[in-house]
């Protein structure tokens, strides 16, 4: 029998595999663009792989992250008022790290577009 929770784990189980190339390919690209930030950052940008993989890398990391602060809430023993009000901000914070991150990765792309 198929429960919600066999579902959550299931798409907490999916995220973090999707997320084992994207970390990679965020390493990797990470050591590229510390290299030299000003100059490289809006050129790496500018390619729709490397914005793809920025918001998909974004999004999941967020995703993923917001699934296990939220399991470890549920099961702490604190009390349930302040557990809501922890995950309501928590679910706050979340979508406002996302929306701040989609925007100012594809200002970098259209930043780049300008550049070349």
């Known amino acids: 029998m198929i ?29 590229y663009i510390i290299s030299d930030p000003v100059g490289y950052l809006p050129i790496f940008f500018y390619s729709p792989i ?17 699934f296990d602060v939220k399991y470890v809430a549920n099961h702490s ?20 790290v996302a929306v701040a991150g989609v925007l100012s990765i594809l200002q970098l792309h259209f930043m780049g577009i300008f550049i070349s």
């Open 77 to 96: 023993k604190i009390n349930d008022g302040l557990k809501n009000i922890f995950m309501l901000f928590f679910d706050f914070l979340s979508i406002l």
């Open 3 to 31: 429960t919600k929770s066999t579902v959550q784990l299931s798409r907490h189980g999916i995220s973090g595999f999707i997320l084992l190339p994207l970390l990679a390919w965020f390493l990797i690209s990470f050591f």
């Open 50 to 66: 490397n914005v793809i993989f920025g918001l998909f890398f974004l999004l999941t990391s967020l995703y993923h992250l917001n």
